[in-house]
């Protein structure tokens, strides 16, 4: 029976445990325990995963573009520490291509004689569908080295999956193939989203509906349907930061233009969101300067409260630099959350040593409210920034009852029914789509 430690139990360490717990062979008992004994729990292990956070570097070489790999590297520095036998090690984190060769070198130094195996085996899961994903994955990547001890690690890892996931979706190449196809993986899905919004700007300017657009290139079977929403922008905790993180490995490596063909994937998730907050202003007659304005929506997608890289934040600070008061509703998003991240700098949200005090503005100008309709009640406009279902369902002939006139509607993912509510009255926008 192997023993399997994971360091790091976030949104992809504890879920990835848990499956893997689930379907290990009939046990007598419990066999996943979450400690803060770590040095023991890594001692006794055959196999580590590592998935700690690999968040953006804030400070000093590849500020604002590398990965920051400290967690990564004290992690890989305390198995060196307190391992007596040989170890299978698994980056489960996204990492920089060429990763594995530096863990590499810091457990085979003063190793006492250990073997260690290092295998890249990225995750793949969406957060909201966390374990579904999990179950049934498109595919389980293992890389590893091609010597005989490379092979059998493969191995190893490869009968853990073949648990519950069928052999043909198990896929196993070299070390960088692994390590790459992740952040590959990430910057394909990203770039999709940032076509797609692309369009939805050509759309507004020209008549075109970009849903209808959107389905229309999504029955091509080459493009498929999926992932084709166009959307306020992007976010979460990866997208980007996998971006500018193979951005600056082109840069490194001196590919100058493919870094500058990536990076353009972001600059048109930052123009979506810019461009959102212009048409609020600019069809608020040029100011929203004291107008309230409701945010429904706060987390990155719906079905989580993560609000790591959400596009509400800009959103939300574009509209407080014009002076708005924001009234902000979000199902699962505290109210210590949202002002937190509205008075956060760029990439502080996953770097808490950081945090800054919170600004004296943003807390006058902003409240958080637990309803939609309190967070409407007098608002000059609203704002949906997040799919949740149960926006949907509102009833806006009373929200449209209790706001002041003319009252806007801004629609940043396109779930209500633009006709129904301007029957009601509202001057609705919806992304990518004609008046
Ligand atoms: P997270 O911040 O939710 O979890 C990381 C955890 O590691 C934190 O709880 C942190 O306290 C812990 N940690 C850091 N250093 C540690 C140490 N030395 N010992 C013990 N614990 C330590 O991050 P996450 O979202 O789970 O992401 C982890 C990695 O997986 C990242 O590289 C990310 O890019 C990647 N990833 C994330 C997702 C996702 O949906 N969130 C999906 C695929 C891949
Ligand atoms: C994404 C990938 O989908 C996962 O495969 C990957 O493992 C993960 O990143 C990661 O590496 O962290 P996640 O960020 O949880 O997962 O969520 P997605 O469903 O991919 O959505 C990301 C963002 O794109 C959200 O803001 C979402 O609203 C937006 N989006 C998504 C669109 O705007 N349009 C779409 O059609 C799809």
Redesign the pocket.
């Known amino acids: 029976m192997v023993k399997i430690c994971c ?7 504890g879920p990835t445990m848990a499956v893997i717990a689930l379907n290990r062979e009939a046990m007598p008992g419990k066999n996943l325990f979450f400690s803060t004994n ?1 040095e023991k729990h890594v001692s006794e292990a055959d196999i580590i995963f590592v ?4 968040p953006t570097k804030t400070r000093g070489l590849g500020a604002g573009k590398a990965a920051d790999l400290t ?1 990564w590297e ?2 890989a520095r ?1 198995i060196a520490d307190v391992s007596k036998s040989d170890k299978i090690v698994v980056e ?4 920089p291509v060429k990763t594995a060769e530096a863990i590499e070198k810091i457990l085979t130094h003063n190793s006492k004689g250990i073997n260690y195996q290092i295998l890249s085996n ?6 909201g569908t966390a374990i579904e994903d999990l179950f049934s994955p498109d595919r389980v990547l293992i890389g590893g080295r091609e010597t005989p001890d490379g092979q059998r690690a493969i191995k190893a890892l490869k009968d853990v999956y073949a648990h519950w996931v069928p052999e043909d979706r198990i896929i196993c190449t070299n070390l960088w193939s692994a390590e790459l196809s992740k952040l590959a993986a990430n910057a394909f899905l990203a770039q999709r989203i940032s076509s797609v919004n692309a369009m939805s700007a050509l759309c507004e300017a020209t008549g075109a509906d970009v849903s209808q657009v959107s389905h229309a290139i999504g029955k091509d079977t080459r493009i498929g349907p999926k992932f084709l929403n166009s959307s306020v922008g992007f976010g979460g ?2 997208f980007q ?2 971006i500018l993180n193979l951005v600056y490995i082109c840069e490194c490596n001196g590919l100058t233009e493919v870094a500058n063909y990536w990076k353009q994937v972001i600059k048109v998730n930052d123009y979506q969101k810019s461009r959102f907050v212009n048409r609020v202003v600019s069809s608020m007659f040029n100011t929203v300067s004291g107008k309230k304005i409701a945010i429904l929506g706060f987390a990155f997608k719906k079905d989580t409260g993560d609000t790591r890289e959400t596009p509400a934040i800009d959103v939300c600070n574009g509209l407080l630099g014009d002076k708005a008061w924001l009234s902000i509703y979000d199902p699962q998003v505290t109210e210590d959350q949202i002002q937190r991240d509205l008075a956060m700098k760029k990439f502080d949200w ?1 770097h808490p040593v950081h945090l800054q005090p919170m600004s004296p503005t943003s807390v006058k100008q902003v409240t958080v409210v637990w309803d939609a309709y309190e967070a409407t009640k007098n608002a000059h406009g609203l704002c949906i920034l997040t799919e949740w279902d149960e926006f949907k369902s509102l009833d806006f002939q009373r929200i449209f009852d209790n706001m002041q006139k003319p009252a806007f509607v801004f629609d940043g993912r396109n779930v209500v029914n633009a006709d129904k509510l301007r029957e009601i009255g509202f001057i609705v926008y919806s992304i990518g789509k004609p008046l």
């Open positions: 360091i790091g139990a976030g949104y992809v360490g770590v998935s700690v956070n690999t967690y004290s992690a305390m489960k984190s996204t990492v990225p995750e793949f899961l969406a957060e905790s990866c930061k996998d996953d």
